[in-house]
């Protein structure tokens, strides 16, 4: 997927930043903002609108370190969902470190260094790369709003009396996003239309709690009504917003536990021909289009977004997971269409328990 600079910051300015560890906080307070400048500020981040809380994104700057600044961090993304930051860089010794613990690269006191972070939300991933080669994988710490930080921050302990970082040439790179040009369909919990078997009451096989909906069902259930020959289920409809023409994008956050397999966990009913559009299913942790082509492997018990975006006047279907594109393909002409998701077991080959759950679903027309 094509990427974007977001914002340039400065492109050849030097800046200085430092602060003695006696006065950490103090300091670290008005020399570290968004954009660590001094006062009064000249960098364009201590502005509002570069806070980000999906999508994959990317910090880009080249750094330089003097010799003798330690216990101190010179990088960081700030926020995180239990704890204050998702990635912490901090210089010890002249290595630098991931927080206190794995040692990122070796060696950089006096020298220019060029950092690149990315940050991708939906993947739960923080990649770092040093001139261009990559050091360091790790997971992130949850879901929050993020931001990224740079310049010098006196670690907890071990901190030299005096510190100091400079950078240039540093920018915000983003990917470009499936909702980008897209405008927020409003939701509300009237457009949720649920379906479960017939005879089971609805609590024993959806839930709905902390803003996550939860949907399971067994192979032997019976339909959604008594003189339906389909196959089990329990789905939300989305109700209110059926269409036959124009572009509209479903988005939602999607978690399959080990063992479901046989199961659609999100469809778009509605064809010329058939029943539906798309089926997305899972089979043995492997996404797949109906029973078909593989769109995305081994997503057991681990929460990824997914986006669909519908063009119906071009016939267009196609398919991001954690906001890369993985399929494109013809949907099944035109017809009365809106979206699903949530659990239908497949014609064949099922197993005896399905479930899958989902949070933060939109929708998004042009």
């Not at 609590?203 to 949907?215: C, E, L």
């Not at 029943?275 to 929460?303: E, H, P």
């Not at 975006?309 to 993985?326: A, R, S």
């Amino acid at each position: 997927m094509a990427s974007r600079v977001c914002h340039w910051l400065h492109k050849t300015s030097s800046y200085r930043y430092h602060m003695t560890s006696l006065r950490r906080i103090d300091t670290a307070k008005s020399m570290e903002l968004r954009g660590f400048g001094s006062t009064p500020m000249t960098s364009p981040l201590n502005k509002a609108g570069y806070d980000y809380t999906s999508g994959v994104w990317q910090f880009e700057g080249n750094f330089y370190v003097p010799q003798g600044s330690s216990g101190v961090i010179i990088m960081q993304i700030h926020g995180a969902a239990t704890e204050a930051t998702t990635l912490q860089l901090r210089v010890y010794n002249g290595d630098l470190k991931y927080y206190g613990n794995n040692v990122v690269a070796s060696n950089i006191y006096d020298k220019w260094l060029r950092l690149n972070v990315i940050h991708n939300v939906g993947a739960g991933k923080v990649t770092i790369f040093i001139d261009g080669k990559q050091k360091l994988v790790v997971n992130g710490h949850g879901r929050a709003n993020f931001y990224f930080k740079y310049g010098v921050y006196g670690a907890l302990s071990a901190s030299s009396n005096y510190m100091e970082s400079r950078w240039k040439e540093y920018r915000y790179i983003c990917a470009a996003d499936p909702t980008d040009g897209f405008t927020l369909v409003p939701l509300t919990e009237e457009n949720f239309k649920l379906q479960k078997p017939y005879n089971e009451p609805l609590n024993d096989r959806y839930s709905d709690k902390d803003g996550v909906r939860s949907f399971w069902i067994y192979n032997h259930d019976k339909p959604f009504k008594p003189d339906s020959t389909t196959r089990p289920r329990s789905e939300v409809r989305i109700s209110g917003h059926d269409y036959s023409s124009g572009i509209w994008q479903f988005e939602g956050y999607a978690f399959v536990p080990s063992g479901t397999s046989g199961v659609t966990i999100v469809q778009i009913h509605g064809a010329a021909e058939g029943a539906t559009s798309l089926q997305l299913r899972m089979y043995d942790g492997d996404i797949k289009y109906y029973k078909y082509n593989v769109v995305a492997t081994n997503l057991y018990d681990k929460w990824f977004r997914v986006n669909i975006i519908h063009n119906v006047d071009k016939g267009k279907i196609i398919v991001f997971i954690d906001g890369v594109k993985k399929f494109v393909v013809k949907d099944q002409g035109p017809g009365d269409l809106y979206f699903k998701c949530g659990v239908y077991a497949a014609p064949e080959n099922s197993s005896n328990y399905m479930e899958s759950r989902w949070k933060e679903i939109k929708l998004y027309k042009k």
